[in-house]
């Protein structure tokens, strides 16, 4: 497997781009790690397919370069950058038998019979398909389908980098958490390079140990997927990932307290030099970091309750402040006043955003 460097890469589908916004994707700077299993996450439309294709080679992009361990593979078609694709659709020999999909791509390289029927055994154990060699493609379920289509690209020892894009979009609900967690034991146990590119956040979040976001096609963080919950980089990262997603609430800031409408709310830092020209403040809180303030508690924020959703473990309280709806996770028992509620914020929860991406405060 490979590391795979980007270098100022970026790409437009109409001739002559002028400006940033003439980009499909924006220009970006990443190293995909040897070994490594990343998620590109994103909503339809954000540039995920367009990088998907650039590393794969079906796209030349309008500039910068593509290495794989250190080789300049920009101008190298995909049959020769050695890189294996799941689709969401299974693309497989229908005709032929498991045995023959997964051979298939090592009798195209003449590899030794011996050899072949080594690894051919060996990968359809782990995909646990053993059972199913010798039977016709086409009778199989689609989920079977898609481990022969991931076992094609496994079964090659030469694979620099594995490429989801969406592989589970036709596999149903119930088998879709075990194929994740199977491919999540496939990469432990091989240490493949793998890029999943999902809109899903539940699917990027279990199978990644580094996330992608991208958004509007630029890549926005790229994080764990602990850093990403509690440090988003961005306001859509905050939106995005997280069910409710953060709050997201238009504010001034003056050093280190964020005034929303008429109510002043602590910051943990100090924000004395925001970046210039500026020209839409915001703060962030996840509803986690919200709390509802005890009877005669000082401090809190005056809140005008909308609703409380009961979902489960815990409950979520809908309110409104200075104009805009702000979600607070209860717990269950938690008394959720109809009248004189106020939200305390923990300050140093608080994100501050200026034009969309997250400022760092002056410890
Ligand atoms: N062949 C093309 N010609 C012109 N514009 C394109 C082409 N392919 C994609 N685009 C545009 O580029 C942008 C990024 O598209 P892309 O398919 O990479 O996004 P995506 O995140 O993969 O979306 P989805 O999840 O819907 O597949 C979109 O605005 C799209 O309309």
Redesign the pocket.
């Known amino acids: 497997m490979a590391r795979i460097d980007l270098q100022g890469l970026a790409h437009a589908?109409k001739p002559n781009p002028k400006s940033e916004q003439d980009f499909?994707l924006k220009h970006l700077d990443h190293v995909w790690q040897d070994g490594g299993a990343y998620a590109l996450l994103?909503?339809?439309?954000?540039?995920?397919?367009?990088?998907l294709n650039i590393i794969s080679g079906l796209i030349t992009p309008t500039e910068g370069r593509i290495l794989f361990d250190g080789e300049d593979v920009t101008a190298l078609p995909t049959q020769q950058r050695n890189i294996a694709q799941v689709f969401q659709f299974p693309v497989i020999y229908d005709t032929m038998t498991v045995y023959e999909n997964l051979a298939f791509p090592l009798k195209n390289r003449k590899l030794p019979r011996a050899e072949i029927d080594a690894r051919v055994r060996e990968i359809a154990e782990m995909l646990e398909l053993g059972d199913s060699l010798n039977r016709k493609a086409r009778g199989l379920t689609a989920d079977a389908k898609q481990k022969i289509s991931l076992g094609r690209g496994l079964v090659r020892a030469d694979t620099a980098a594995i490429l989801f894009d969406e592989p589970l979009t036709v596999i149903d609900p119930h088998l879709k958490w075990l194929l994740r967690s199977q491919l999540k034991h496939l990469h432990r146990r091989f240490d493949f390079t793998m890029i999943y590119?999902t809109?899903d956040q539940t699917e990027a979040l279990t199978f990644a140990d580094k996330v992608v976001v991208?958004y509007e096609?630029e890549v926005v963080q790229v994080g764990t997927p602990e850093e990403l919950f509690e440090r988003p980089a961005h306001t859509f990262v905050g939106y995005f990932i997280g069910s409710p997603g953060m709050n997201i609430l238009p504010a001034t800031v003056e050093g280190n307290r964020a005034r929303v409408g008429n109510h002043e709310i602590a910051l943990q830092h100090s924000y004395r030099s925001l970046p210039s020209g500026t020209a839409k403040l915001e703060i962030g809180i996840r509803p986690e970091f919200l709390r509802i303030a005890r009877g005669g508690e000082a401090g809190g924020v005056p809140a005008a309750l909308q609703s409380v959703e009961d979902i489960g473990r815990y409950r979520i309280a809908r309110a409104r402040v200075a104009d805009r709806e702000v979600a607070v996770m209860c717990g269950e028992q938690e008394e959720v006043p109809a009248d004189g509620l106020h939200i305390v914020f923990d300050p140093r929860r608080v994100n501050v955003y200026a034009d969309g991406h997250r400022v760092e405060g002056e410890v």
């Open positions: 589908y499909a994103g909503p339809s439309g954000c540039g995920k397919t367009t990088l590119v809109h991208m096609g």
